[in-house]
């Protein structure tokens, strides 16, 4: 497995956010991580990123931890923020070949791959533009291609589609899909959801701290018997608490129930 999540704690001050976390991703597998505002998704990808020690458990990408090899673990990872964070006093080509740096790659490699992504993202006549100058559309396409022409195997993305126009999320979408036929796997949270049904392969749902549900949307539906659900009706469900900690299946409660009955027969 790509990524291999085992029985996660993680929070702040020692207080846990998110409980008991289990899941993997495969390479070449997308995922969406969808959860209500302080359901911890910020907090799970912060510590899989390596900003937040767990609390209890881990997390290996490509089957090292962080605290096997550093190096390592943060190589083959690369992170696309919600909100684009870029430093004022460099161009968008000193950008890329700070990235270039940081990964340990060719300047010329890196600028080799960068230019098919600049002209599509109509950035190419703007290498020596600081980011002033940038709208926050911009700014967003620049870090999305920094990402992108490293050779990082997981790719963790925020909001990726905050600020950008319909066809940049088109285009976005797609180089996803290239990505992950690549062999590349991609964890992702958005609360575009019907964006969603066209790339991604399975979802994580995340509610207090805890997940919840997990798989496509056919063994979402399946586990909370809701057989006509799309996505929103589900994070509906969930926001309204119908769904969720706490949540029992009516077949779970059938045989809790039958269970009882026969303990006092």
């Not at 002209?119 to 703007?126: I, N, P, T, V």
């Not at 980011?131 to 993305?157: N, R, W």
């Not at 589609?161 to 062999?183: E, H, T, W």
Request: aromatic share 6%; glycine share 10%; hydrophobic share 45%.
């Amino acid at each position: 497995m790509l990524l291999t999540v085992t029985n996660l704690n993680a929070g702040y001050r020692r207080v846990p956010v998110i409980k008991d976390i289990d899941f993997t991703l495969a390479a070449g597998q997308i995922l969406g991580l969808i959860g209500l505002n302080g359901a911890g998704k910020s907090t799970l990808l912060k510590t899989i990123l390596g900003l937040l020690p767990p609390l209890q458990g881990q997390v290996a990408v490509g089957g090292v931890t962080i605290n096997e090899n550093h190096q390592a673990y943060a190589s083959q990872i690369a992170y696309i923020p919600e909100v684009p964070i870029l430093y004022e006093e460099l161009t968008l080509k000193e950008h890329l070949e700070m990235t270039a740096l940081g990964y340990g790659l060719a300047i010329e490699t890196v600028m080799e791959r960068a230019m098919p992504l600049l002209k599509m993202f109509r950035l190419d006549q703007h290498l020596d533009w600081f980011p002033i100058h940038f709208s926050k559309g911009m700014k967003q396409k620049v870090m999305i291609t920094c990402a992108l022409v490293t050779d990082a195997k997981l790719f963790i993305i925020d909001e990726p589609f905050l600020g950008l126009d319909p066809i940049a999320i088109r285009d976005f979408i797609q180089l996803l899909k290239d990505k992950a036929s690549q062999g590349c796997g991609i964890l992702l949270t958005t609360h575009m959801l019907s964006t969603t049904a066209d790339f991604c392969d399975g979802y994580l749902l995340l509610s207090q701290g805890h997940l919840v549900g997990q798989g496509s949307l056919s063994d979402l539906q399946a586990q909370f018997e809701l057989a006509d659900a799309d996505l929103d009706d589900i994070y509906i469900a969930m926001a309204q608490g119908q769904i969720g900690r706490g949540f029992e299946p009516k077949e779970a409660l059938l045989k809790e129930a039958n269970q009882a009955g026969d303990r006092h027969d």
